[in-house]
């Protein structure tokens, strides 16, 4: 008897270690299985082939996904792009795979919520160490994250057929449309996709709102913590920028052909290894390598992005409703990487990027004085006034861009659009931590992502406080899926106000939320009468040079 009671502890024991199988979902590619999430809430089909890379499509737009034969076990989750890491080059080139996680319980179809992770356009990937979606679950929505090419293997642009660009923009576009085409099977909606996406993310998801070629793939967007018309978004001298990694490598030319030949040979751990400096000049841009371009029209190649952005929102904006959003310390993550010496670089130079023109440099350098005045007075850029470059970092490259892109939109936009500006200074507020500021007020860049995602990188118990933004924040966005409107009650005590073209609305979230006016608003006026006139608006001539 007492041997019987042990096996069956023993059996109950040993079950709550094996994953259990989730329901067969049968897709075009074939049936496949997944499994049941620890606390039995959720369905997970992870690591699922959307489409097919290897060499022989390096630096273009990826295949189709492979079919299979038999039950595909989607329950590995361990793919992911190449990049580089602690421990060196990791990932794959085979690494386009998507992860689908559905409500066990919910009533189906299901709103859809598809996540484009950040990095830079450099790291990352879809997975649960930083993107388990156990929050926006509990929520009844499907959620969906995938990888995409990174680095050179994704964002080499060379305006040549062989490599076009923007590829990786293309892989985020094949998992749309392997969404569309696939996500009923899951019990999701197909006609009630919510695109999402943080930082290089959400300059992507701004992107994919851009371009032509995304026409019904989703229905709503949220941009957290980027723009596609910040200087940070467009590499607007992609051919220099591949003959500078073709130098790091050992060959001096600038001939797009040659530099295809050379790069597509590479084993790719070599390609993603090669960092070179760019030489700066007067501008200060980024030192970001590779990233999306606007693409020549090349006969057999679907250009993605063949404008810059602003030009496309200004003409030709897509009519859903979309959600904006920056938080108040952006800047705060840049600042471990300054030095001495690059701070002195950058007080050597223009305070701007080149995504502005000048008549003259006459010009250039009294609009420069003038910002530098705004926030340094007579003092020069170091490390005396760090906290001044973490305002100028949070305004210049996400504040003002994400509120200009807002104005630009609504201007012809019927749908509603809304604001908001993330403050709350919590215990998962990771990024301020990592960077060693984390006593400092308010949120760093990428502090809003474990409010709205569980994270398996962050292992620590949720207090109280965090639980209640967490539950604020994954109810808002949710509900801006489901019903176009985060707040359609008043269960959260405060109406979510739509923007209009006479006024931004903000609403400002912290512990408590509360609407609010434009931050930072002598900030923004500076950099809203510099980019009215200044803004590079004629698209690049690199592919001519």
Not at 156 to 162: N, R, Y
Not at 176 to 197: E, H, M, Q, S, Y
């Amino acid at each position: 008897m007492k041997c019987g009671k042990r096996i069956v502890l023993f059996t109950l024991f040993a079950m709550n270690l094996v994953d259990q199988p989730a329901p067969e979902v049968t897709i075009e590619q074939g049936t496949l299985s997944g499994k049941i999430s620890t606390d039995g809430s959720f369905f997970e089909y992870v690591g699922i082939p959307y489409a097919t890379t290897n060499s022989s499509t390096r630096f273009k737009a990826p295949f189709p996904p492979p079919s299979w034969n038999g039950v595909y076990k989607a329950v590995d989750e361990i793919y992911q792009c190449p990049q580089s890491s602690l421990i060196g080059i990791v990932g794959t080139e085979d690494c386009l795979k998507i992860n689908v996680y559905v409500p066990s319980m919910a009533k189906t179809p299901l709103p859809v919520m598809v996540y484009i992770h950040g990095g830079a356009f450099l790291l990352g990937s879809g997975g649960k160490f930083i993107y388990a979606p156990d929050f926006l679950v509990n929520q009844d929505v499907i959620v969906v994250t995938f990888n995409y090419r990174l680095g050179a293997l994704g964002f080499l642009c060379l305006g040549i057929k062989e490599a076009p660009g923007n590829a990786g923009i293309k892989d985020q576009i094949a998992a749309l449309r392997w969404v569309k085409k696939n996500i009923a099977a899951f019990g999701g909606d197909l006609d009630n996709v919510t695109l999402f996406g943080q930082s290089a993310g959400a300059t992507s998801a701004s992107l994919l709102l851009a371009s032509k070629a995304t026409e019904g793939l989703f229905h709503k967007v949220i941009i957290q913590s980027g723009s596609s018309i910040s200087s940070w978004a467009i590499n607007r001298q992609p051919l220099w920028v591949a003959s500078l990694i073709a130098k790091e490598l050992g060959y001096n030319t600038k001939d797009p052909k040659e530099i295809y030949e050379i790069f597509s040979k590479l084993p790719y751990e070599k390609l993603v290894k090669a960092k070179p400096k760019k030489p700066l000049g007067m501008y200060f841009d980024t030192q970001l390598l590779n990233y999306p371009c606007v693409e020549q029209e090349i006969e057999g190649e679907e250009a993605v992005i063949t404008d810059y952005p602003y030009n496309i929102f200004e003409s030709n904006p897509k009519n859903i409703p979309v959600i904006y959003g920056t938080t108040s310390r952006e800047g705060i993550f840049l600042l471990p990487d300054d030095t001495e010496e690059s701070l002195a670089a950058r007080d050597a130079r223009y305070i701007f990027a080149s995504d502005l023109e000048f008549p003259s440099e006459e010009e250039a350098s009294k609009v420069s004085k003038m910002a530098r005045e705004f926030y340094f007075g007579e003092k020069n850029i170091s490390f005396e006034v760090r906290s001044i470059i973490a305002d100028l970092n949070t305004q210049l490259y996400f504040e003002a861009p994400a509120i200009l892109e807002s104005e630009t939109i609504i201007k012809n936009n019927k749908a509603n659009m809304y604001n908001y500006y993330f403050d709350y200074a919590g215990g998962r507020n990771i990024l301020k931590w990592v960077a060693g500021f984390g006593n400092e007020p308010g949120a760093c860049h990428s502090d809003e992502i474990l409010y709205l995602f569980k994270g398996n990188i962050w292992p620590f118990p949720i207090n109280n406080n965090d639980k209640k933004v967490i539950e604020k924040m994954t109810k808002m966005w949710s509900n801006f899926a489901k019903h176009g409107d985060p707040t359609p009650t008043n269960d959260l005590l405060v109406k979510w106000e739509p923007s209009t073209k006479d006024q931004l609305k903000f609403l400002y979230i912290d512990e408590d939320l509360k609407m609010g006016p434009i931050p930072n608003q002598d900030a923004y006026q500076l950099w809203k009468n510099i980019y009215e006139k200044y803004r590079k608006k004629h698209t690049p001539n690199d592919f001519q040079k």
